[in-house]
Structure formats: structure tokens, C-alpha cells
């Protein structure tokens, strides 16, 4: 299938969405995601926007706690912006139906590490799938707006610095289909699964960053990996994600004697190394229990009922927990408005370098940065459609086959070595042997590759392609700053 039409938007995270729903009033506009179109990172993510909301709060406030979380290596003037477009956005969404909690009709506005005030507007603990479920109801019902599921993008297409459109492997229908567009989107998220450890879904490949990186743009600060640190640590379990809003409500992090150890509420950093740093003499716990049944089931019901399908009560039992990969800061360079250096095509969300997140991302920024810079890459996007047509291109042919029995083996293989070398902690000799080993990795994926694709094999070509680049960036900053630490020998 050839498909043609003024905006394309590759991928269906609260980025994408936002951004799409707003260019139908300017153009057609195709959304092309590789799953259904609610199966994103973002709707998992459950603690909520950071906005100032509060009149005891204020701008300054919220700029310095994102540029001191960030290692103080962020770009301010991103920084600023983000924050003071905060409480519109805010607004937009609630205009749109998403409904956050309330008390006594005010936004209820919870607590969240580095934050120096409450100020995280949330819908109980599952903020990124409220957020998401708005959005997807008026995306189906508009008609400027054309979804194709089940369509993974295989890359962009580029001629002469122009980026046309992209093609896509289409999973149902076992065929390639060519997206040809005035402009183009990045919203395709970050690449949590790189990791064996992760907090993130399975869609969450890198697909965007490897796809930009081909096509020649320019990527920066990969090596700046966020390790959530209250993941569960449950054997034969998911590595399931547990709200930091949980420690906003004073719940502690206890080491194998059952003592404090850390700051709960200090940058998920520092927090994620103390943990690491305990894990050396046994497990590590976080400990909700002096909520109570009711409070933690009114306030989160949703990790309340995933824990206890895992065996854990949260009213009674200690967490197990551990780090895990969560947030990349790093990603495609782009200006303040979404443009990457490649003309025609925007990049926004976690693929998506701004500069605001520097070294380490400050808690519930990461929505807040999807609708802040998905808002103001439309308005150029937008801008940059006028008068231009679409252009069509050949795209390489591909021989689509069903299975591998390699690719799991080899995304376990690569997995496993960034967990271990590329992790909380990392060391250069480790990094450097690192490289190599992931290298063969990407030979064989890509002699896999040229024999026949699959969803599986497009995947597994991404991840190589950005733990490579994750693994070289981090090898290349000696110092540590932010999440990229640096053990002394
Ligand atoms: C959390 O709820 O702890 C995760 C939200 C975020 O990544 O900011």
C-alpha cells in the first residue's frame, strides 16, 4: 500500500496522540503504531504532570528542582519553557476530558522525589493511561485523523536531507506499506528493553532512535539511562513499576535490616545508587504499610491490585525492589520547537534531546515534556506544510518470513550485557569490552536481517543499533554526572 498525506505521526504515546489531534485541524493526518494505538509507554506511566498549580508554588522553583535533578548540565532555556507552559497544558487536557483528581474540586496535587513542592497533578496511579484514554476517544472520532495498527516502521525515508515519509511492515497483513507525508513525526518513546531490567512494556525498542540515527541525524546524551529505583524484585516476576508517589506519601525504603538508608524523596539517582550500593549485603524493601488498606487502595489502586495478583499486600507485606531501566534523557537533537536537523522531520517526547532533562530526568517531567514539545512542533510543523507537496520514493524491498529462532537469543544475550556493564553503576574497562561484544551482536542481527524481517528481527536491529550507541556514549564521558556514574577503580 502506498499511502499519502500531509502529516505522518510514527507512534501512539501521549506525544504522538497530542500532537496528531491538533494537526487534523490543518491536514490529514496518518497515525502509524506498531501495536493498537493505546499500547504505549506512556500509558503506563503512573505518576502524573508536574505543573505549578499551587499558589504557594512558583516557576523558579520547579525550573531549579528540573536543572538540579538534571545534574545541572540541562539547557535552562528549554527548562523554562517547559515550566511555564506547564499549567495550559494542564488545562488542554482537562478541556479534553481527562479527569485528575480532585479534592474539594481543587487539582489534588501529590508529592514526588527532587520536587521541592507538591505539584504532580495525577489520576490515582495511573495518570499516563487516563491521559491516553482521552486522547484515543477523540482520535477515533476524527475524521482528519487515518490509524494503521499493527504497523511497525521499518525506517524513515530520506532523499537529499529531505525526510519523505516512511515504510512500514504491516504484522497482520505480512506486507510493506510506504507512508509518504509534508512532514514527519518521531513520537516513538525510549528504549527501556535495551535492558534486562526494565520498567518499560516490550514496545519500548528504540525504534526511533535507531531509525533517526540511520537516517543521519544527530542523537546526544544517550549514555544518560534513568534507573527507576522501586521497580519490583520479585524472582520470575516483572520488573512492574511502583510509583514514586508511593514514597511522595511517606512510604520508606528499608535495607536487609530493616534501617532507612537514603533520602526517599532525594533524585532517582542518588536513590537508584543507594539501593545498588545495599543490594550488596541483601535486599532492599519499600515499606507503604503505615497508609493502611483503605488510604493505599483510595490512592493506588492499581499497583495495590498487580502487587496482590504478585502475592504481596501491600498493607501488610514489605515490596522487594530494585532499579530498573526506565527513562532515556538522551535522544534525537532537537531545536525548541521539535525540529530535527533533518528537514521535514520533528521528534518529540522521550526519542526527542530538548536539553530539559540534562543528566538525570526530574520525576512526572516526562509527560509534561511530551505535551509541552508535541504543542509547539506542531505550530512548525504546521508552518512548514505550506506550499510544499508530497513527494514519493522507491523503498528497499524486504523478504518477510515468519520466525527466527535467533532473534530471542540474541536480545537476551544483548540484554543481559547492558544490564550488567551498562547499568546503575559502570566502569570504563567494562564499557570498552562492552562495545565489542555488542558489535558481534550486530553482525549477526544483520546478516539476520538481510535474509528476511519480521516484527522481531525490526526490533532486535533497533536495540543493537541503540545499546551500541548508549554503550559508546557512555564510554566516551569519563565523569560521572546525573544517572551516568562512573565507579572509582
Ligand atoms: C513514577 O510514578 O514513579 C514514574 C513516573 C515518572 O517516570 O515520572
Redesign the pocket.
Known sequence: MKYKTDFLVIGSGIAGLNFALKAAKHGKVAVVTKKELMESNSNY????IAAVLDPVDNFKSHVEDTYNAGGKIGDKKAIEIMIKEAPQKIDELIDLGVGFNRIQGKLDLAQ?GGHSRRRIVHAK?ATGREIERALVFNIRHNSNIEVFEANIVVDLIVKNGKCLGAYALDTDEKKINSFFAKATVLATGGAGRVFKNSSNPKIATGDGLAMAYRAGAELQDLEFVQF?P?ALNKKGYPHY?I???IRGEGGKLLNSKRKRFVKELAPRDIVSRAIVEEEKTGPVYLDVRHLGEDEIKRRFPGIYDQLWWYGIFMEKDLIPVAPAA??NCGGVVTDLNGKTGIEGLYAFGEVARTGVHGGN?L?????LECMVFSGRALKAAKNFIQGKRIIESAVPRLKIININDRTGKLRRRMQAIMWENVGVVRNRQDLAKTIGKLEKIEEETGTLYKKGVNAQIIELRNMIEVAKLIAESAYLREKSVGTHHIAKN
Open positions: 506511566a503512573q505518576g502524573g514526588e496511579d527507576h522501586t513499576l510509583s514514586e508517589a526506565h527513562f530526568r520525576a512526572s517531567n516526562a509527560l
